[in-house]
C-alpha cells in the first residue's frame, strides 16, 4: 500500500512562493505518475498539475507559467514550486499517485488516481 505525505504549506502575500512535497512511500511502480490538486471551499478538487512517465509534465491552464511539477525518483518525493501566487490559489493541495488499479481517464481526471495524502492548505492573502 502506498502512503503519500504532503508537506510546505503555509500562508504567503499575493505574489509570493511556496514549495509544496510529497513523499511517497510502500511499493510503488517505476515512474510512479503523481499530480497535485486543489479543493477550495464550496468548490470541486480541480487538477493543478502532474508528472507521468520518465519526464512528462502537465498543468492546469490557470498555473500554467507559474508553477513548475519536479521529482526526486530515488527519494520518491515529488515537489511543486508556486510563483506568483494569486488568492485564487488559497486551496487545500493534495497529492495523488497513480498505483495502477483504476482506469485511466487521463492525467487531469481525479479518477485515475488511486494514492491519496491528507492535504496540505496554501493561503494566499491579497
Known amino acids: 500500500q502506498v502512503q503519500l505525505v504532503e508537506s510546505g504549506g503555509g500562508s504567503v502575500q499575493a505574489g509570493g512562493s511556496l514549495r509544496l512535497s510529497c513523499a511517497a512511500s510502500?511499493?510503488?511502480?517505476?515512474?510512479?505518475?503523481m499530480g497535485w490538486f486543489r479543493q477550495a471551499p464550496g468548490k470541486e478538487r480541480e487538477f493543478v498539475t502532474a508528472?507521468?512517465?520518465?519526464?512528462?509534465?502537465y498543468y492546469a491552464d490557470s498555473v500554467k507559467g507559474r508553477f513548475t511539477i519536479s521529482r526526486d525518483s530515488a527519494k520518491k518525493i515529488v515537489y511543486v514550486q508556486m510563483n506568483s501566487l494569486k488568492p485564487e490559489d488559497s486551496a487545500v493541495y493534495y497529492c495523488?499517485?497513480?498505483?495502477?488499479?483504476?482506469?485511466?481517464?487521463?492525467?487531469?481526471?481525479?479518477?485515475?488516481?488511486?494514492?491519496w495524502g491528507q492535504g496540505t492548505q496554501v493561503t494566499v492573502s491579497s
Open positions: 495523488a499517485g497513480r498505483s495502477g488499479g483504476r482506469l485511466n481517464y487521463g492525467v487531469r481526471d481525479r479518477r485515475s488516481y488511486d494514492d
Open positions: 510502500g511499493r510503488t511502480p517505476s515512474n510512479y505518475p
Open positions: 508528472t507521468w512517465g520518465s519526464s512528462s509534465t
